[in-house]
């Protein structure tokens, strides 16, 4: 049993995230940006064309064990393979919206394929994910893999990589006799995206630019990300639903939600206005349909709470009626 397994519940809490897959990666090379409508329709045509012709090796999985794995190897469809079934005839395609230069949403088509869903629970675009994977391009060659799991952040690795894995489910997770750990009934799946959901314009590695990706991936299990230990899981920092976490910025300090302890820049930390009363739900004092870790003016009383939190300096909240209701939550 592979050693990654005996330091597994410390990796749990102290995530050694890698970034071979991550969209901020050093680039060795940048090319000149291309408009993003027709270069996705001249990738997606060329990706249609390799899954029209190219298999892969589907009766190796069809095979597997629930704690086995098998390696992905793509081949084309001629000669004694002219019988394979196609990747065409085998994926799902699923849309994922790029904004592009003008500000308009083009589609862009991921193409994937389920060899085992897993038996857990799917992670979020958010979420850090246990995975081994492999990274290819359409003419073969494989420019990253790891056999044995590493941690990674679901908001740094490219568009295409987070959104595929959050199709997935984690394993199950085995304590063996010697204090080693394994995993069954993982997910493993297929994914095969345009390079906008990739590097695009960026070389990487020996990854050229606009490059469409293929990507094999194996999820162990996962973890649920509160990247600022704010009390809110990151997912529901993206308060736009775009899958983007870097633009939602509510106070506007250059530091995204899912990063600021404290959100909407009152001085108050977002885990101590989230649910201040402790009935389990989202506070939101003047009921104005933003909640109070969101809202510079909580009481909505025409005093910015960080103007009335604590003018005295004692590091407690005013409450200068005396009625127990600290004043930035008083709207008298």
């Given at each position: ?265 009152d001085l108050i930390l977002t885990k101590e206005e989230y649910d201040y009363n402790g009935d389990g739900s989202v506070d939101d004092t003047d009921l104005d349909g933003i909640p109070n870790y969101l809202d510079d003016d909580d009481d909505g009383d025409g005093v910015l709470t960080k103007d009335e939190y604590d ?22």
């Open positions: 049993m592979n050693n990654i397994f005996k330091t597994f519940l410390f990796f749990l809490f102290l995530f050694g995230f890698f970034y071979s897959c991550s969209s901020d990666s050093e680039n060795d090379d940048s090319a000149p940006p291309k408009e993003i409508g027709p270069q996705y329709i001249v990738e997606n045509d060329s990706i249609v064309e390799f899954l029209k012709t190219h298999f892969y090796n589907y009766e190796d999985f069809d095979a597997l064990g629930s704690n086995e794995n098998v390696d992905l190897i793509i081949d084309t469809i001629s000669g004694d393979n002219s019988s394979k079934i196609s990747l065409f005839d085998q994926v799902t395609t699923m849309k994922v919206d790029i904004m592009d230069e003008n500000d308009e949403k083009i589609s862009h088509n991921l193409y994937y394929i389920i060899e085992r869903e897993g038996n857990g629970v799917k992670p979020t675009v958010a979420d850090s994910v246990f995975v081994t994977y492999k990274g290819q391009l359409l003419d073969n060659t494989t420019f990253d893999s790891r056999n044995n799991p590493v941690w990674l952040d679901q908001t740094s690795v490219v568009r295409g990589f987070q959104e595929f894995t959050s199709l997935l489910k984690r394993g199950e997770i085995n304590v063996n006799n010697n204090g080693t750990y394994s995993f069954d009934n993982f997910g493993i799946g297929i994914a095969i995206f345009p390079s906008k959901l990739g590097y695009y314009n960026n070389a990487t590695g020996n990854i050229p630019a606009y490059s469409p990706l293929i990507f094999q991936i194996n999820l162990k299990t996962i973890a649920t990300a509160d990247h600022d230990a704010d009390k809110v899981n990151s997912i529901f920092e993206d308060l736009n639903g775009d899958h983007i976490f870097n633009n939602d910025d509510t106070d506007e300090d250059n530091i995204p939600n899912y990063l600021d302890r404290d959100d909407d820049g003018n005295d300096g004692d590091g407690e909240p005013d409450d200068t009626d005396g009625d127990g209701t600290p004043d930035y939550l008083d709207k008298d």
